[in-house]
């Protein structure tokens, strides 16, 4: 992953290739060469590429995480004035709110004669004054942001100062977590309450019961990555991906978008950071690991092959059924009890 910037860097025209990077690709690569050192990288790429990479990397779990979005807009000083103004349009304005909000007041001025300008405040245009929260805050940054969409955008200006003066945080962290799921589900990842869904309770009528046939994937969705070729050894905790690869042609991609959809799951009901590189990869180890106690408690319970019980139980169900064996039991029991047979 480090590498990827030194790679990078030998094309002659970035234009053409940053903006066909998938979008946590782009995030992962961005901070592994280090936001504060990949404007010339930020600078290609495309304001949904920026939105999205917003969307994984600048949250802490339900809410915007105003201080790592700072770092992504610093990023973003590369940027000639108009494709910054364009990018700041294009990110949702209530997360741009709640940051702004997390550096200045904002006090707009009154019809009033007798108005006095608040102490250390800063204006543009004399109807918004500014003031840092912190004392030791320059705010030169951030003043310069302010500066641009004044020049290049002024009713998105105008839009962000009013909602720093009226609009109410916790209706701004309501309203951006919609926008920002909207988004994460078009790229596969569930809601919160949907992916915890993995860790329900499960009753053993259910759980051993074993469908005739499953229904068919509908749900496609871009992949937000490029995902490496998978390889199998031996070990009995890659089971699951073992009987997955075997399957024939037209079952395979289907079980691997559902094994991906099963880590995504993982992902966000762990609350692991979507901009790690190293999510993705460890809620997929989770998931093979976990599914695959499932799989071969149901193979062993209804002595058919593994392979047939992936053609007719869901990975859900399977991840489900190997963590409350793991859970209740501390550890997977060898076979099922003569009581559950």
Not at 38 to 57: F, H, Y
Not at 99 to 106: E, P, Q
Not at 245 to 274: C, F, M, T, W, Y
Request: with cysteine.
């Amino acid at each position: 992953m480090s590498r990827r910037g030194e790679l990078l860097a030998l094309f002659p025209d970035l234009s053409k290739i940053i903006p066909a990077l998938p979008d946590a690709e782009l995030c992962y690569t961005l901070k592994a060469v280090g936001l504060g050192d990949a404007g010339w990288i930020v600078s290609n790429a495309t304001s949904e590429q920026i939105k999205s990479c917003v969307d994984l990397d600048a949250w802490h779990d339900h809410e915007p995480d105003t201080s790592v979005f700072g770092h992504w807009v610093s990023a973003l000083s590369d940027c000639d004035d108009n494709a910054l103004a364009e990018i700041l349009r294009e990110l949702d304005p209530e997360v741009v709110c709640l940051w702004l909000r997390s550096r200045i007041s904002v006090v707009l001025k009154q019809d009033d004669s007798n108005f006095e300008p608040p102490e250390r405040s800063q204006t543009l245009d004399g109807q918004f004054y500014f003031v840092a929260n912190a004392e030791k805050d320059d705010l030169q940054e951030l003043l310069e942001v302010v500066r641009i969409l004044f020049q290049k955008d002024y009713w998105t200006y105008f839009r962000l100062m009013q909602a720093v003066v009226w609009e109410v945080d916790i209706e701004n962290q309501e309203w951006a977590l919609r926008w920002r799921n909207g988004r994460l589900q078009d790229m596969g990842f569930p809601e919160f309450e949907e992916a915890l869904g993995i860790y329900a309770p499960i009753k053993k009528k259910s759980r051993d019961f074993l469908p005739e046939d499953r229904e068919p994937l509908t749900n496609e969705w871009e992949l937000p990555v490029w995902l490496p070729s998978l390889t199998t050894s031996q070990g009995e905790d890659q089971n699951l991906l073992r009987v997955i690869n075997e399957l024939p042609d037209n079952r395979r991609q289907e079980g691997l978008l559902r094994l991906i959809s099963l880590a995504n799951h993982v992902a966000i009901a762990d609350k692991l950071s979507l901009g790690d590189s190293e999510t993705l990869p460890k809620a997929m180890k989770k998931a093979i690991d976990v599914a695959g106690k499932g799989l071969d408690y149901l193979s062993r319970l209804h002595n058919i092959s593994q392979s047939d019980i992936i053609a007719r139980a869901g990975l859900v169900h399977l991840f489900r059924i190997g963590n409350e064996l793991s859970t209740n039991a501390g550890q997977v029991r060898d076979e099922p009890t003569d009581r559950e047979l």
